[in-house]
């Protein structure tokens, strides 16, 4: 059974940074882009950032120069470095692949971050 498990989330003050991590069942991993989606109160989820298998990354321009994906392939894992974090990045974070398979979607972790 495929599991995402995303971790990392929390409450920071506007400029702050936080890590997020997301551990992939190696069976989806190692052949799959991987990617982070947001979802904010009242909004559509988002595409937040990519990483191929060969790590080709791509960003959101909201967060383009702030956030980086990375990917350990050894440890099937996908993280998300977020610094300089802003109020309008609140909002529960998802991993999935990319193009996002619906079964595969998490609880996700929540990011609030305060002005």
């Known amino acids: 059974q495929v599991q995402l498990v995303e971790s990392g989330g929390g409450l920071v003050q506007a400029g702050g940074s936080l890590r997020l991590s997301c551990a992939a069942s190696?069976?989806?991993?190692?052949?799959?882009?991987m990617a982070w989606y947001r979802q904010a109160p009242g909004k559509q989820r988002e595409l937040v950032a990519r990483?191929?298998?060969?790590?080709?990354?791509t960003y959101a321009d909201s967060v383009k120069g702030r956030f980086t994906i990375s990917r350990d392939n050894a440890k099937n894992t996908v993280y998300l470095q977020m610094n300089s974090l802003k109020p309008e990045d609140t909002a529960v974070y998802y991993c999935?692949?990319?193009?996002?398979?619906?079964?595969?979607w998490g609880k996700g972790t929540l990011v609030t971050v305060s002005s």
């Open positions: 190696g069976s989806i991993f190692r052949v799959n882009t």
């Open positions: 999935n692949t990319n193009p996002a398979y619906l079964n595969y």
């Open positions: 990483i191929t298998s060969g790590g080709t990354t």
